[in-house]
Each structure stands twice: as C-alpha cells, then as structure tokens.
C-alpha cells in the first residue's frame, strides 16, 4: 500500500502448461469509484512492452494489452510455451479501493475472485501497509484459513478454496499513517469500533448457523420427524378440506341393510363403478358381462367335463366346465359388442370350452388386448353419459398442487442461487428442507388426484341413491349363504344373483349359497351353473373357479409388453469484489 492510499497490486503466475500456449489473460473486477492504473507484465525479469492488442488469440511475443470494459479490467499478454513451466508477474495500481475515515483507512482487497471455475487448494496473499496494520480479517468467514499481523504486514492464507468462491483481506490502518488521499476514498467520521462490531457480529451469526445446522444433523429423528410434519400436514389439511366439501357423499335417508333383489337394470359391467366411483373396469367386469349374455341366450353353454393336471401332472383331476357356442344375437350394449368381439373370436363360428378361453385368447395376445381396451373405452363412455358423478375436487386439488410445487420451486431456487456448498448458510438450509417439504406435499396431492377418487369425487344425489340400494344388495350377496331367508324363487332371480356377484368379485359366495339352497330343478334348467347336481361339490366334478377364470381373462387380456401376470395386473377390477482476485486463463 501506498503512503497516499493507492494500492500496489502484484501477482506471481507460475504455470505447468501441457501443449502450447501462446497468451494468457487476467479480469480484474473493480467497483463504483475504483481505477485502474501503472500496469506491467514481467517474465524471468524481462518487462512485456504494452501495445492495443487484446484479442484471445497468439500475438506479438512480449508483449500486453490493457481493455477496460464496464467493471472490469482485462490484461492480455503473449508468449511461446510448450509443454515448460513458465512464471508471470502482474502488476497494477488500484485507486479508490482504500476508504479512508478520520481514525482508520478501511482497506477491504479480494485477492482472489469468484470467477475461477476450478477449487484452489492454497492461497497466500500479503499486504504491506505504510504504519501498523491494527486489524485484519479474512472473508468471508466460512473459508476456511487466517490472518496473521505482524507490524506493517499482514499475511492472508485460505485452503481448499471452493470454484466461484471469492476471498477478501480486510484490514484497519491508522489514518495518520498516510501522508495523502488521493488514492483513496475519504468519508468523515470514525469507523474503528463500528467495523470491528460488524465483524464481530458477522462471525456470531455464522457460528449462529453451523450450530443451528450441527443441531439439525445431531438429532435426525427430531429433524425428520419436524420436516415430515411440515411436508404433510398442510398437505393433508388440503385433502381433509377438499374431502369435506367436495368428497364426501350427503344422505339421501336411504336405511335398508338388505336389497333382495337388483335395485336397478344397471348393466353389471356398470355397478362396480359406481360403487368405486369411477375408474377402469376390468376382468371381473368382463366375465359377468360374459355370463350375461350367457343368460340371456347370446351364447348357449351346455354343461361338460375337463381333465386338468395336478401335482405336476402326476395326478389328474375332473373339473366342472361349460361348452360355449353362438346363440340368438338381439340388441346389444356397445359394451356388450365388445365382449363378444372377444368370444366371437375365440368360437371361431363353433363352440369352445370356457376353460380353454385363456389359452386361445393368449395366441392372439396384440389383437384381444385391444379388444379389451375398446371394452372398457365403451364402459367409461356410459358412465360419462350417466353423468353419476361431481368431480369439482379435482380442480381444487390441481390449484393447490400448483400452488405447493410453485412455492417449493421458488423456494428452492432462492436457497441454490446463494448456497455456499463449503459452509452453508442455516436460512439456504431452511428453505431447501422447506422447498422439498412442499414438493412432497404436491407430491401427496398429486398421488391422491390419481389414485383416491372418493376425496375429490361424489356422487349425484340420485347415484348415490342408486349406489347406496346396490351396496346393500352387495351385502346380500355377501351375507346370502349364513341368511336364513326364503332362497329366490326363479331361476332368473339366481343367475342375475350369480352374474353380479362376479361383478362384485364374490361369485364364490353366490355359489355357496346356491350349494345350500337351490333347489335341483332350478339347477338342472340353468345354463351358467355348474356345481353339481347333489348340492356337495365333492361328489361330482370340481367346481372351476370363476375367481381363477376371471383372473386368467385378465392375464390373456393384458397388452402384451405389460407381462400379463400377476391375476390380471392392470386388468383385474371389480369387487370395489474490489481491485484484484478476478478470472483468468491461458490458451
């Protein structure tokens, strides 16, 4: 430093290159009230001559150039380097970068700048003042280094300097010590006490933040427990909220445990939705759509035996099965239509076992598949057109899964644009825990659009009339073999109790009822049943499964890159700086 405040900056460059270079450059940022001044560049002793040039390209050897554009200063210089190392020395005058006050000149140099894109593992900056240096600080406090003061010098040293990461000597020297302002600011008052209580407090709040962050990492239960309560309570008093009012289904003053009967002609292929309140319907839905049109004579099914393997095919087993073929086509639903695209296919114009279905389905995977698809396409089209439902939730639930991944994203965004990665601040950590506690929030809210219909959806007050009649017809059928109620009387009554009862995914239940109480001669006329005629399963053939036959139409039905394992997968359903420290290069 000089006696009238100017600063005189010189930097050693020693560099390896590997190749050849032919320029190197050095940016040096300077603030409002700064200049720049008495630049030179020597090498090995021998000065550079300055010229105009500044272009970053190979130029004349020896010598540099001087740009200044807006905040900052570029120095250029050319040389011949191959595979050597080489060391450069830059020196500069800044002016207006000290600020002198009545008691001390404030002299606050960044000795190493923030445009740098590599870490540098050690640094060593000195500072030679004209009386004694009576504080010094290295900044910001969060690199880690220190500053040793020692009369009129003061010695700065920082390691493991992170990329973009500046580093600043602050220093304190007696204004008497300089003989001249002109090469520094003035501004009237004492600062002493002022500045040394800035730093102070600058370094309590940073210890501030590591203790608070330790404290966070040496309780992780605590911490996250404290953040999943913060992620999922507003979340859920969303859910709650929009449930209450958009969700959940009003009265209707509807009491009976039991419905005897189906309440409606709602098609069986229609009922499990609007008991689930929406949502695709699947193989369950399929086979009673199936057995339907069975019963209503489309398809005529004649009683008949199969031989299945069992125990690994060392033993083999009768088991109950229906012979299908065409029947008497009238008007059908365009779901309907669709199953029978299925069938047709399968009969081929002949007749076909039911329990052989899955088998001929699955050699025509890709086509049955989409067969399948149109069925439900068709179902969803129907229910569309009853318009059963109120859906205003989900909007609900899209505004405020836009208001929380906004206001997450925001918040993130704020903590990364000023994250120091080497010490982070307790308020970047804050809102990084808060942006991801609102992101998980959406998240939730987002799950809960996809998969929880009855939050946001309800029914119509005539669909919840409907659907409340056919719940208690489900329970019926549930609750049907324990009843000690009169048995249906036609035989009409017990196939619609078999044909929904698939639909709801309890055909088992309906067969057991029948085991009990189905008189023979009704039996006997049926076309879908197929238990034997003594009412004990164990003295006839083996009852086929229409669990087992539902979840193999579901297996056959799936696409074929979906597996098409696991009972259905997707198709089963139903049942429900200052002067200094700026960037540089070489090239």
């Known amino acids: 430093m000089q006696p009238d405040g100017s600063l005189g900056v010189s930097e050693r460059l020693e560099v390896a290159f590997s190749g050849d270079f032919h320029y190197g450059y050095r940016d040096i940022p300077l603030r409002p009230g700064e200049s720049f001044a008495r630049p030179s560049v020597v090498e090995r002793g021998v000065a550079y001559r300055q010229r105009r040039k500044t272009d970053l390209e190979p130029g004349p050897l020896r010598t540099f150039g001087v740009e200044r554009d807006g905040d900052r200063v570029r120095i250029v210089w050319y040389f011949d380097a191959s595979n050597e190392t080489r060391a450069f020395t830059i020196s500069y005058t800044l002016i207006g970068v000290a600020v002198g006050y009545d008691d001390v000149v404030d002299v ?28 010094g600080w290295g900044k910001p406090v969060w690199v880690r280094g220190d500053v040793e003061l020692s009369g009129n010098r003061a010695t700065l040293r920082a390691v493991s300097v992170p990329a973009r990461q500046f580093v600043e000597l602050r220093t304190l020297i007696p204004r008497d010590a300089f003989t001249s302002t002109t090469g520094m600011k003035v501004r009237r008052g004492n600062a002493l006490d002022r500045i040394v209580a800035e730093e102070l407090a600058d370094a309590e709040a940073y210890q501030r933040d590591q203790d608070r962050i330790d404290d966070w990492v040496s309780h992780p239960l605590r911490t996250v427990g404290a953040l999943a309560a913060v992620a999922l309570l507003p979340a ?50 399929f086979t009673a759509t199936l057995f339907d049109l069975v019963r209503r004579g489309v398809y005529k099914a004649e009683p008949t035996t199969t031989e299945r393997p069992i125990w690994g095919g060392l033993r083999h087993e009768t088991v109950a099965d229906l012979q299908l073929s065409p029947g008497v086509r009238g008007e059908l639903a365009p779901w309907e239509d669709k199953v029978t695209d299925v069938v047709d296919a399968v009969l081929d114009g002949g007749s076909e076992r039911l329990s052989r279905f899955r088998d001929e389905i699955e050699d025509e995977r890709e086509s049955m598949s989409k067969r399948f698809q149109s069925f439900q396409s068709a179902v969803g089209r129907e229910v569309e057109r009853r318009g059963w439902f109120r859906s205003v939730g989900a909007l609900a639930l899209a505004v405020a899964i836009v208001a929380f991944a906004g206001a997450g994203g925001i918040l993130g965004w704020l903590a990364v644009d000023g994250w120091r990665s080497v010490y982070p601040r307790f308020t970047d950590v804050v809102l990084i825990a808060l942006a991801g506690c609102l992101l998980a929030g959406a998240a939730l809210l987002f799950a809960t659009l996809l998969f929880a219909r009855r939050v946001w959806r309800r029914r119509k007050k005539a669909g919840q009339l409907e659907a409340e009649r056919w719940e208690a017809f489900r329970r019926y059928l549930t609750d049907f073999p324990r009843l000690q109620e009169a048995p249906p009387a036609t035989l009409e009554l017990w196939e619609r109790y078999l044909v929904y009862g698939i639909a709801f995914g309890i055909a088992e239940r309906v067969l057991q009822g029948a085991q009990l109480h189905m008189p023979e001669a009704l039996h006997d006329a049926s076309t879908i049943y197929w238990i034997s005629p003594s ?3 164990g003295s006839g053939a083996t009852s086929l499964s229409i669990g087992d036959l539902a979840s193999g139409f579901g297996d056959a039905l799936a696409p074929p890159n979906s597996g098409g394992s696991g009972g259905g997968g997707g198709f089963s359903g139903g049942g429900g700086g200052g002067g200094g420290g700026g960037g540089g290069g070489f090239g």
């Open 236 to 285: 859920l008093a969303v859910i709650g909220l929009v449930f209450l009012i958009f969700g959940r289904e009003r009265g209707t003053g509807y009491d009976r445990e039991y419905e005897q009967e189906p309440p409606t002609e709602t098609a069986p292929a229609l009922v499990p939705v609007l008991l689930r309140q929406g949502g695709d319907v699947g193989s369950y839905e």
């Open 108 to 135: 606050n140099l960044k000795v190493w700048g923030d445009q740098w894109d590599e870490p540098l593992a050690r640094l060593e900056a000195a500072e030679n003042a004209p009386g004694k240096i009576l504080r």
């Open 535 to 537: 009412g004990d399963l």
